[in-house]
């Protein structure tokens, strides 16, 4: 049964920083892996999407990689701000999708 | 605009009363899913949909029923076998293992 982890739980750091969040997972027979950021009370707004034979995406300050082989992936966020601040969720998707319990991300001003 | 559309936003529930809630993509997604939220946890999957009237139950299905009669429909039923059925629930949509595209999610609460 894939598993899939986040590390840290949660995270806080000053406005302007460069930070990596990592997601982790045990099955690499994988089709694709996605990156979702998540406000309070809202839906996933998909950020970033790595089909299994690419290395890494790059959406203006997020960058994705994805190392299949060791069931790992980081998302790098470039000079941070604090509309940054949210949930970041990553997803395994074998056939069907597993989700990681997420990081946290508090950015301040 | 394309998108999917969860219906309603809140809902609240009686003790042994049945809800269904509403999941209606315009993507012409083949898939849906939907999934159930708690605090600070992730995702869990309920049931998924590869095709219409085709469907498969996930991980915690008990206590939930749906229907795929539209492909454009994919309603959540719970019953009143659900014990804890407060959570934040999320329908979504995919075509082809590629990207996953979510609703606003229903808030469901037991009162």
């Known amino acids: 049964k894939q598993e899939v982890t986040q590390i840290p739980a949660a995270l806080s750091v000053p406005e302007g920083e460069n930070l990596v969040l990592n997601c982790s997972f045990t099955d690499s027979a994988i089709y694709n892996l996605q990156w979702f950021r998540q406000d309070p009370g809202k839906g996933l707004t998909s950020l970033l999407l790595i089909q299994s034979s690419q290395r890494e995406q790059t959406s203006g300050r997020l960058n994705a990689s994805l190392d299949k082989s060791s069931g790992r992936s980081t998302l790098y966020i470039a000079a941070s701000q604090p509309g940054d601040s949210a949930t970041y969720l990553c997803a395994v998707n074998a056939g069907k999708s597993t989700f990681g319990d997420g990081t946290t991300l508090t950015v301040k001003p | 605009d394309g998108g999917i559309t969860q219906s309603p936003k809140y809902l609240f529930r009686k003790e042994g009363q049945n809800v269904t809630l509403s999941c209606e993509q315009n993507l012409n997604h083949d898939a849906m899913y939907w999934y159930r939220q708690d605090p600070g946890q992730g995702l869990r999957l309920i049931y998924y949909?590869?095709?219409?009237?085709?469907?498969q139950k996930g991980d915690i299905a008990e206590g939930y029923s749906v229907s795929r009669e539209k492909k454009e429909s994919f309603p959540l039923t719970v019953t009143s076998a659900q014990k804890n059925p407060t959570a934040f629930y999320l329908c979504?949509?995919?075509?082809?293992?590629?990207?996953?595209?979510f609703g606003q999610g229903t808030r469901l609460t037991v009162v």
């Open positions: 949909s590869q095709i219409v009237n085709d469907f």
């Open positions: 979504a949509s995919e075509e082809g293992n590629t990207e996953a595209f």
